[in-house]
């Protein structure tokens, strides 16, 4: 597993109960095959600075056992005197808001598994930079949240465009840059105000995506 450095200062953007809480899940034999995912490994991979409340661990389907993971977890809470509370319990998904010095959702999650070697980060394992900026495209692409946009751009603008294309094709195929384009489209529903960006840059935002969206439609149109 490859080392990212760039963190030995602990400045990784996680609170310090995000921190904690991450490395107690690491810590236990159950946490085997799960990385962190989302916007905390973007946080911890150095790759964005846009705060978040959640935690999150994906693993692949033969590479990880989530109901032990989850158990390990909650047994590890309450031995802290912290409380846990599930909020979605499936076979392949579990939410749990924890609380604790502070409180945070924590998610468990089956996904694709890793395509690149993982990258171990202070808080615990998370995959490659430019796997994880492919998969928030895809994050993007089936949700479309605000705070997707934000952190697409600045990956966007550190990786390219096309390298976070070919990064979420290479995790699900099923992309399609035509409803990718209108996923982007989507970015008018949203008000300024609801935008986790600074008001002065809204309007590139706004524009960023529109020019890309776009540009996706234009070589989209070209595909046999």
């Known amino acids: 597993m490859a080392t990212d450095d760039r963190h030995g200062d602990g400045m990784t953007g996680l609170t310090e109960f995000q921190t904690t809480v991450a490395r107690l899940f690491f810590g236990l034999p159950a946490s085997n095959g799960f990385l962190l995912a989302g916007g905390s490994a973007l946080l911890a991979s150095g790759l964005t600075t846009r705060p978040t409340h959640d935690l999150d661990f994906f693993g692949g389907l033969h590479d990880v056992d989530l109901p032990a993971a989850r158990d390990q977890f909650e047994a590890a809470l309450a031995r802290r005197g912290w409380t846990s509370s599930r909020l979605r319990d499936t076979a392949t998904f579990v939410r749990l808001h924890v609380v604790g010095e502070d409180e945070l959702i924590v998610e468990f999650a089956i996904d694709a598994p890793a395509g690149q070697p993982p990258v171990m980060t202070i ?19 089936g949700r479309a949240e605000a705070r997707d946009f934000t952190d697409v ?7 390219g465009r096309e390298t976070l294309l070919e990064q979420a094709a290479a995790v699900d195929s099923g992309l399609d840059r035509y409803v990718l384009a209108e996923m982007m489209r989507s970015l008018a529903r949203f008000t300024n105000d609801e935008l986790p960006i600074g008001a002065d840059d809204v309007d590139e935002l706004r524009a960023y995506f529109a020019e890309w ?9 070209g595909r046999d």
Do not use: C
């Open 123 to 141: 808080v615990g394992p998370t995959f490659a930079a430019k796997e994880l900026a492919g998969r928030k495209l895809l994050a993007l692409f």
């Open 153 to 159: 751009r600045v990956l966007a603008l550190r990786f």
């Open 213 to 221: 969206a776009d540009q996706l439609t234009g070589l989209a149109s």
